[in-house]
């Protein structure tokens, strides 16, 4: 694992104490909300260095964690190549500082906000969360970040916001895999607005205590815990309030096999395998696979009345 050390830590990332004071201002006057202390308050940056966070006392997940080493190893980002080893290794050349995500569509506060911007007012807190890729393997995993709800009560959405957007960075130079037409870049992903105002869905701006490693969607990236994998987007550059269902990338490449929702179901096999089971990284023998992905009960009245088989 990195550790950056004081000295390699460059002066863009030290903010400017007026310039803070204005964003705060900035913020205030955007959100009319009141400012938090600023212990426990997001910092901007990236990867591998420590975040102050509170840890979560209800969204902790009682099961061994998977090791940092196989979370920041073993990963799917095909920005960076198809297999699971390249992104530890190619997505290291992304720059993630600075950032920026560009708000559209239907709020009242669209614009392009800086990461600073964007982190300034919330408290960050840990979450150990189940992960499930759709392929059939699973991690758990300690996220940093906060509620999406809490993001887009911000933008105020109008009553037109139904569906949100989000879409990730392309940068070829930076980025190998989008040199190969494996997917339509950019990447993008959707969910419905109350699927993202459910206060399990996050924005992850870290992990295990620290800063977004790279390959796991530095600096900022969704994550849908009761959703496979591929819907927890990785860093983010586009947020897009819309009124009609917006097609995500593997949608739109395989739509037979991966749809909108998308929702972990094991009684819903993909095309091509069964979705019963599934292997936690770390561990040899194969685990049931969750309603879900074990948060039903706080999930499952979204998609009352909604046929899961149609609606895959
Ligand atoms: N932009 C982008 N986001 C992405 C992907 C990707 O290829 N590109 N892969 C998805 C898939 S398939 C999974 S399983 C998770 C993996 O997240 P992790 O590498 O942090 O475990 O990220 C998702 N987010
Ligand atoms: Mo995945």
């Known amino acids: 694992m990195l550790i950056k050390r004081p000295q390699d ?8 104490q007026a310039v803070y004071q204005n ?20 910092q901007a940056g990236y990867g591998n260095k420590p975040l102050q966070h509170q840890k979560s006392k209800i969204y902790r997940l009682d099961e061994e964690l998977t090791t940092h080493q196989d979370i920041t ?16 290794k190619s997505a290291q050349q992304l720059t993630t500082d600075p950032w920026s995500i560009t708000v559209a569509g239907a709020v009242e506060k669209p614009g392009t906000y800086t990461l600073e911007d964007i982190l300034q007012p919330h408290v960050l807190e840990e979450r150990i969360y189940r992960l499930r890729c759709v392929e059939g393997w699973s991690m758990v995993i300690p996220w940093i970040g906060f509620p999406l709800a809490d993001l887009i009560k911000r933008f105020n959405p109008t009553s037109k916001a139904k569906f949100v957007e989000f879409t990730t960075l392309v940068r070829k130079e930076e980025m190998p895999g989008t040199r190969r037409g494996t997917l339509n870049w950019p990447y993008k992903e959707g969910l419905r607005i109350d699927e993202a105002m459910n206060p399990l ?23 849908v815990p009761w959703k496979y994998g591929f819907k927890s ?14 097609v995500s990338s593997w949608e739109e490449a395989i739509p037979r096999e991966y749809g909108f929702y998308s929702n972990v179901n094991p ?3 993909h095309p091509r395998w069964s979705q019963k089971r599934e292997r936690r990284i770390g561990e040899f023998l194969k685990r049931k696979t969750l309603m879900f992905n074990g948060y039903e009960e706080q999930v499952a009245d979204l998609y009352k009345g909604m046929d899961l088989r149609k609606y895959y």
């Open 23 to 42: 964003r705060r201002h900035f913020m205030q006057s955007l959100a009319g909300i009141s400012l938090l202390p600023l212990l426990g308050t997001a």
């Open 9 to 16: 830590i460059p002066s863009s990332e030290i903010t400017d």
């Open 233 to 246: 987007i990785k860093s983010i550059v586009k947020i897009n309030f819309v009124e009609r269902q917006p």
């Open 201 to 223: 869905t996050l924005m992850a701006v870290g992990l295990y205590g620290e800063t977004m490693p790279k390959q796991n969607g530095a600096p900022i990236r969704l994550v």
């Open 73 to 88: 190893h073993y990963n799917n980002f095909y920005e960076f190549g198809t297999d699971k080893y390249s992104p530890a």
């Open 267 to 269: 009684k819903v096999d």
